[in-house]
C-alpha cells in the first residue's frame, strides 16, 4: 500500500518534496516510480528508484530538476521537484514493482500499467 504526500500550490520557480509511504511486504525489494496524469491524459513516468540499491532513472523532462531519494529505514520515496513550471501542474502518483530494470523500462508508457499498488495520488498545482 502506498500513500503520497506533499502536493500542493507553488510558485513558478519553486520547489516541492512529494513523499510516498510505502507499508506491506518487502518494499526493500521492489522498484518505486513516480508518474504524472494530466487531466484527460494516462499516467506518465517521470522517474524510478530501486530500493534495493538505490539506482534511479528520470525521464529527460525532469533530469537535473526533480531528484528522487529513498529512505529504506521508514519504507519511505521522496521526489523533491525544484525549478517548478506551470506544465508540472498534476496529479502525482507513486506505485510498486517487484522487478525492473532501473533505466528507461521504468517509466515506459508500456510498463506503467504493471505496476501494482498505486497511491491515490497527489495534486501539484504551480501558479503564479
Known amino acids: 500500500q502506498l500513500v503520497e504526500l506533499g502536493g500542493g500550490l507553488v510558485q513558478p520557480g519553486g520547489s516541492l518534496n512529494l513523499s510516498c509511504a510505502a507499508s506491506?511486504?518487502?518494499?526493500?525489494?521492489?522498484?518505486i516510480g513516480w508518474f504524472r496524469q494530466y487531466p484527460g491524459r494516462e499516467r506518465a513516468g517521470i522517474s524510478c528508484?530501486?530500493?534495493?540499491?538505490?539506482?534511479?532513472y528520470y525521464d529527460d523532462s525532469v533530469k537535473g530538476r526533480f531528484t528522487i531519494s529513498r529512505d529504506n529505514g521508514k519504507d519511505m520515496v521522496y521526489l523533491q521537484m525544484n525549478s517548478l513550471k506551470v506544465a508540472a501542474s498534476a496529479t502525482y502518483y507513486c506505485?510498486?514493482?517487484?522487478?525492473?530494470?532501473?533505466?528507461?523500462?521504468?517509466?515506459?508508457?508500456?510498463?506503467?500499467?504493471?505496476?501494482?499498488?498505486w497511491g491515490q495520488g497527489t495534486q501539484v498545482t504551480v501558479s503564479p
Open positions: 528508484i530501486d530500493m534495493s540499491d538505490g539506482g534511479t
Open positions: 506505485a510498486a514493482h517487484p522487478s525492473l530494470t532501473v533505466d528507461a523500462t521504468c517509466i515506459m508508457n508500456s510498463t506503467v500499467r504493471d505496476y501494482g499498488s
Open positions: 506491506g511486504g518487502q518494499v526493500n525489494q521492489y522498484v
